[in-house]
T-cell receptor, first 108, second 116 residues
Framework: DAKTTQPNSMESNEEEPVHLPCNHS???????IHWYRQLPSQGPEYVIH???SNVNNRMASLAIAEDRKSSTLILHRATLRDAAVYYC?????????FGAGTRLTVKP | DAGITQSPRHKVTETGTPVTLRCHQT?????MYWYRQDPGHGLRLIHY???????DKGEVSDGYSVSRSKTEDFLLTLESATSSQTSVYFC???????????????FGPGTRLLVL
């Protein structure tokens, strides 16, 4: 199974951009890169996904390396409500394997 | 928010007793999933369903069974609960999309189960 590697934790200041990295060196050509986040005491929620091209939506941007072996989730202006665990997942035939994710702390 | 509810939200039970958790959706999504979340393991897939009466095993299915008799309901049963099944259980739903791998999953609020 293709796996992802993320830092255990990151810190950010409120209203500053945050770049959350993810390595997925064994990604296959048909794997989509998904990001979910989990706020305290809630279920995970979808953030964004992509295949090869960079993607933007109202929540975040996803930058995918040209060789697809890494990606970065970008929160353009972190707020206190963005404090959560962020999961980078490779979706292969709707099989998603969650790792431990990155715990993002946002400081006021 | 996706219309997904889980019941009960909290449950304490004793080892050896049967437990059934219910997931109910109002989105008419075809796929439904049960995950468990434990410290140090992230979320792990227990069972999933790709339609009424169509289910399959996930990564950690031992000790669990599921049933789906209606599109909107997906039941997870612990036939004889053990302390190792103490966990937070999440239900999720998704709708198949062209280009497998694009489906996004929507999660319920979770059920905290404590087996004494």
């Amino acid at each position: 199974d293709a796996k992802t590697t993320q830092p255990n934790s990151m810190e950010s200041n409120e209203e500053e951009p945050v770049h959350l990295p993810c390595n997925h060196s064994t990604i296959s050509g048909t794997d989509y890169i998904h990001w979910y986040r989990q706020l305290p005491s809630q279920g995970p929620e979808y953030v964004i996904h992509g295949l090869t091209s960079n993607v933007n939506n109202r929540m975040a941007s996803l930058a995918i390396a040209e060789d697809r072996k890494s990606s970065t989730l970008i929160l353009h202006r972190a707020t206190l409500r963005d404090a959560a665990v962020y999961y980078c997942i490779l979706n292969h035939n709707n099989d998603m394997r969650f790792g431990a994710g990155t715990r993002l702390t946002v400081k006021p | 928010d996706a219309g997904i509810t889980q019941s009960p939200r909290h449950k304490v039970t004793e080892t050896g007793t049967p437990v059934t958790l219910r997931c109910h959706q109002t989105e008419n999504h075809r796929y439904m999933y049960w995950y468990r979340q434990d410290p140090g393991h992230g979320l792990r897939l227990i069972h999933y369903s790709y339609g009424v009466k169509d289910t399959d095993k996930g990564e950690v299915s031992d000790g669990y069974s599921v049933s789906r008799s209606k599109t909107e309901d997906f039941l997870l049963t612990l036939e004889s609960a053990t302390s190792s099944q103490t966990s937070v259980y999440f239900c999720a739903i998704s709708e198949p999309k062209q280009g497998s791998g694009q489906e996004t999953q929507y999660f319920g609020p979770g059920t905290r189960l404590l087996v004494l």
